[in-house]
DNA sequence: GTTCTAGAAC
DNA sequence: GTTCTAGAAC
């Protein structure tokens, strides 16, 4: 038999496809909020679970526990939710990362997030992850297209939303790859994971 | 968000 | 010839 692989499931997907705009894993993180199980900590406003694909050793999701879909939503009278946030992400990292990459936790959002359900990042900087693949990946944590939380939350106390650029995150995305610690340019993504270790074994 | 793979880059 | 990237997926 000369097959290259098993053949493709069509009838399965097109019903969930067709005529939906919205693919069912853009919802993946409402369904991980019902998923009690899959919580590492909840309280009355936010839940926090782990990545599905995480980008480095520690990488973790925390998410409001209201039906936000993103940054651009918010306002004034999310303030309290957002300092929230940022208050209950830094407290996980102190207890659930271990001391040596604590220290190098980002809590942060995507500028341009792909899945619905607004979601702040809580991830360690290491980025040693074979789920780290491609220059997108790379950009979307080690570039500006990462907004760490702290910023947004001034940024929305001070103009009362915090809204999302997404020409300016296209951009960002197809930026040359760089270390996020010397400012090298990595060739290619290979050599960007090889040239990463360095940094960690520095720091261990 | 991922998977798959054509063809660019080496 | 092999490695690597980048775009389609109905």
Redesign the pocket.
């Known amino acids: 038999m000369s097959r ?2 098993a053949a493709p499931e ?1 009838d399965k ?2 019903s969930v ?2 005529g939906s705009f919205n693919p069912s ?1 853009q919802n993946g993180l409402e369904v991980s909020l019902k998923d009690t199980a899959s919580h590492l900590y909840s309280d009355e406003l936010v839940v926090i679970i782990r990545d599905k ?1 995480p980008k480095a050793k520690h990488h973790f999701l925390l998410l409001p526990q209201a039906c936000i879909d993103n940054l651009e939503l918010l306002d004034e009278s999310h303030v309290m939710l957002l300092e929230h946030m940022i208050e209950k992400g830094k407290d996980f990292a102190k207890t659930n990362i271990e001391p040596k990459t604590k220290n190098s936790v980002r809590l942060g959002f ?1 500028m341009v ?3 619905s359900h607004l979601h702040m990042h809580i991830i360690s900087q290491d980025f040693d992850s074979i ?1 780290l693949k ?4 790379w950009n ?1 944590f080690a570039s500006p297209f990462f907004r760490d939380a702290e910023s947004v939350l001034e940024i929305l106390k001070k103009n009362g939303k915090a809204s999302i650029d997404k020409k300016k995150g296209e951009e960002l995305l197809k930026q040359p790859l760089r270390c996020h610690v010397c400012k090298e340019l990595p ?5 960007l994971k090889e040239h990463i270790k360095r940094h960690d074994k520095d720091r261990s």
């Open positions: 290259k692989r069509e997907s097109k496809k067709r894993w694909f995507h997030p792909s899945m789920y491609n220059k997108k990946h979307s060739a290619n993504i290979p050599r």
